[in-house]
């Protein structure tokens, strides 16, 4: 019996979310569903989305702006977990709304999760250097420089799970984000808004990073105005961190904690 109510409002939440992105996406072509789990870059996958909205970006400065909306196909009790491989995904390029379908009960934990362990072995902090972590938009490549130390809380931004470099205008909401260096990372960008999220068991930077860096461990001025709020943040090395000249920026209503030791 539970099971069954459980599922009569996931399942209508999905149709709902479908309707509204399909809806969208005749009119305006800048709504991407994802539904599918498997990261091959096909059609409906995460990284499918991430490239179709940033192509629209990069190609339009006054771009009204993308939604990538996440729902499981199908309504169930079990999370629905996308692991990427071979490479972490794109940065965003805003304005772009990136949001999971919440189809639990009003207050229980996101049921999309983006789940980093097919990159980086979870809970291993030497497999997240303090590195400049740059993405070549022209080979579809991560660039790994300025390598010094691993672990958390130190300089650098390599491995986020969302990342956004060198943009604006960046929404993330309703996904559970694990097992990356960092769960959010945002390098010398602006007006990105994370907001009910959960961030855990990132053992690099932090669970988020908003950084003016400038990819030599200098500062400036190109962080600002962002926020992180309504959020969990559980067993990260580091919960955390606005820095390096980021300014203007605020974290509220968020909960930060341990439930086991960290890695050593």
Known sequence: ?????????????????????????VANADTFLVNRADD?????????????S?????????????RILIAAASAGTKPFVIKPTGDFLPPLVGPVVVQGVRTGAPGSPPSIILDGSGLIRPRTPGDCPGATHTYDFARGAWITTQVNGSGPNVRGYYGGGLAVHD????????LEIRNFCAGVV??????????????V???????????????????????????????????????FEFTRGTRDSIAEGNYIALTQPLPE
């Open 201 to 239: 068991d990132h053992h690099g930077a932090a669970g988020l990073i908003f950084t003016g860096d400038n990819g030599t461990a200098g500062v400036t001025a190109l962080s600002f105005n962002n926020r992180l709020a309504n959020s969990i943040l559980l067993d990260n090395g580091d919960g």
């Open 40 to 52: 091959n870059g096909g059609k409906h996958t995460l990284r499918w989305a991430i490239e179709q």
């Open 167 to 174: 943009s604006h205008d960046v929404e993330i909401t309703g």
């Open 54 to 66: 940033n192509a629209i970006n990069l190609g339009d400065p006054d771009a009204a702006g993308n």
């Open 186 to 199: 945002g390098v010398r960008s602006n007006n990105i808004n994370v907001h009910d999220v959960r961030l």
């Open 1 to 25: 019996m539970t099971t069954d109510l459980f599922r009569a409002p996931a399942a209508a939440a999905i149709a709902a979310a479908v309707a509204l992105a399909c809806a969208i996406s």
